[in-house]
């Protein structure tokens, strides 16, 4: 008779993790077109696609360059290095229990609640008014925040260059489909194996490549929220957009979190 095999707690963490993985990646295996994007896809300007991607471009340069110091402001970036020491505390034994590890991970992902709430309340409310694109800032600014806490309470400091690369792709991940999903998805995983990106893209080669990635996906939204009123729906929808790029991104630092673990690093 076989014996099973021991798989400790990093590996039993591991497999669960992959599983998810898996699931989130096979609902972006196909873009299935919205009922209200087609509607709204003959009334879009055709102009409105290049004014988005020079709208994100323009955000993320700025919040990179100037907002990160604004940012902290609106969190305690002390407290959530702290709140990484106290947990990774518990799970960097030699051994780490599974408890430990889930406990970890759980504290590590309460940061996101409160900007969710945050961008869904202001889409919704500039949808009322009918501001569209400069809701934009606003929102790079509230995706970063929330990646900026997630980075944090996994112990990776998103002021190296190199991470804030990581953090593009996890964007860009989080919002595509297909093909280009699963190239970026792999990108990703590389930098986790290996601790460096198999392609030497700068960051301004990455903001317009999210930038792209973002203004594609929010057209139709952000056209539908400059409309008074109606525009409530479009705003709404920085919630789900925010909701799967945290999603995304907890599940890849958490993932960065476990194989510096299993490879003691």
Known sequence: MQLPKFRTPLQKEWD?????????????????????NTLLESKVPQNLQATLDNAFA???GTVFEKGTDIIEKTYSKDKADEAFFINNTLAAKKRPSRKALKSFNKNAGKTSGVNLAVSTAAGVGLGVLGIGIPDIVLFVSLVLKSLYQI????????????????ILLLIQGAVTF?????????EIDHYIEYNEFSTQKTIPQLIEETSKCLSSELLYMKFLQ????????????DFVYMSQINT????????????????GL
């Open 178 to 186: 297909g093909r280009e999903q699963l190239e970026i998805d792999r």
């Open 151 to 166: 980075a944090a309470s996994y112990g990776k400091n998103y002021r190296f260059e190199e991470e804030r690369k990581f």
């Open 226 to 237: 400059g409309v008074p009123i109606v525009g409530a729906v479009g705003g709404a929808y």
């Open 248 to 263: 995304y991104a907890k599940m890849k630092y958490y993932k960065r979190f476990l194989s510096d673990k299993m490879y």
């Open 58 to 60: 323009k955000a993320f």
């Open 16 to 36: 669960k993790l992959i599983k998810q993985e898996a699931a989130f990646l096979s609902k972006k295996a196909q873009k299935q077109q919205s009922k209200l």
